[in-house]
């Protein structure tokens, strides 16, 4: 094919191939070139985390819901000086040719810093509101222009949204209980193109960003222990995130439920962890690690620890009211003893709260070594 391009003219490279063994297994690559006609240095633009931008022919397939970091570098660094600019296009697909037409997106300077991040430098974020906030584009191309004195150079990658799972529901039941009850989550009708890949398991009482994740499986029914939940009610909010085979994902906001401490349960559990280190084996936590379920065990790690955490801020609530209500006397004045028994009485405490949690770990890391050593 020498010199058959001609210059200022983009052409379109598409490859098929098929199965020799089965020829209904078929896939297709495509290539677009623009040919200038001047000398250019090569530039290289990918994806700095590669699992996010998973290949689908000649386009990158990417979450909406997750942002875009694009890198970008030299091929042969020629020692140039350059001067680097991220433009971004909007695709429409064209029906007849089954092609795109490409528009330059104009308001990329009113959203510099907002949505768009280092637009002049070698490393460029895209956040997911751009794609949020343009639902109906299915196409976008980030093209990297490197120009010095006497080069101009460019290189771009074509994205499709990756839609997420979409039509289905997920349930939890029962609506109420303890830190050791098991509440089963279940989840139907969930579809995507792709195929749905997992199902992750979030809880969160009081703030969503201090959501804690309690685990992650391949099947549609799941069963979890929750932590504490907080206010009159007791209540935990669950999430569901449903991720399809490209990991596009949707999340799922299933109804609070009421999980109520049981510090009898706590209680006698750390009780027997001071005295001897061994628990009796019908207490009901000590049933639920021996299931020799990691994700089990894990979330018992998280409820004792949420409960210790607990005991632990109201050591210091009351440590600090306790040392608020001193009297301070006048300079000068005869020291008062009770100043300095009530901070030896919080350290003693603290120290006590400490080797309790120190107490737990080794025990739930005794337990897994038993288990390991079991099998």
């Keep these: 094919m020498a010199n058959s391009l001609v210059a200022n003219r983009t052409y379109q490279f598409m490859v098929n191939m098929t199965h020799r063994a089965n020829p209904y297994l078929q896939a297709s690559g495509y290539l677009l070139v623009k040919v200038e006609n001047a000398r250019s240095q090569k530039v290289a633009v990918g994806c700095v985390i590669a699992t996010m931008c998973s290949r689908k022919g000649e386009f990158q397939y990417i979450n909406p819901n997750t942002e875009l970091a694009l890198f970008s570098s030299l091929v042969n660094q020629t020692g140039l000086q350059n001067n680097i600019t991220w433009n971004v296009y909007l695709g429409m697909m064209n029906s007849s040719s089954d092609t ?21 430098r070698s490393h460029f974020t895209a956040t997911n509101e751009l794609f ?55 989840c139907k009708n969930w579809t995507d193109q792709d195929g749905i890949k997992d199902y992750s398991f979030y809880a969160w009482t009081t703030h969503v960003e201090q959501r804690v994740i309690l ?3 391949i099947s549609s029914v799941f069963e979890l222990l929750l932590p504490v939940g907080s206010g009159n009610a007791s209540l935990v909010n669950v999430i569901v995130q449903i991720r399809d085979q490209l990991n596009s994902v949707t999340e799922a906001n299933i109804s609070a439920v009421s999980v109520v401490l049981t510090r009898t349960n706590i209680d ?18 000590v049933e639920l690690l021996s299931k020799n379920n990691s994700v ?23 440590g600090i009211q306790n ?7 006048p300079l000068g004045s005869r020291e008062i003893p009770m100043v300095s028994f009530l901070y030896r009485l919080y350290v003693h405490e603290e120290s006590v709260h400490l080797k309790i949690f120190i107490a737990f770990m080794e025990y739930i890391y005794l337990q897994s070594v038993h288990t390991t050593i079991e099998r």
């Excluded at 004195?149 to 609506?175: D, Y």
């Design 100 to 120: 795109q037409n490409w528009s330059l997106f104009t308001e990329m300077d009113d959203y510099r810093d907002i949505w768009f991040f280092g637009a002049n």
């Design 132 to 186: 949020l906030t343009y639902r109906n584009i299915k196409f976008w191309r980030f093209e990297v222009v490197y120009m010095s004195m006497t080069e101009k150079s460019s290189s771009a990658l074509h994205f499709e949204i990756n839609q997420p799972p979409k039509s289905g529901i997920c349930s939890i039941t029962p609506s109420n209980g303890t830190i050791t009850t098991k509440f089963t989550v279940i």
């Design 215 to 217: 685990g992650s499986t």
């Design 268 to 285: 006698s559990f750390i009780k027997a962890i001071k005295i001897s280190s061994t628990v009796p084996s019908k207490h009901p936590l």
């Design 296 to 318: 089990l065990t894990g979330q018992v790690i998280t409820t004792v620890s949420q409960v210790l955490n607990e005991m632990n801020t109201e050591i210091i609530r009351l």
């Design 323 to 329: 040392i608020a209500s001193i009297f301070v006397s």
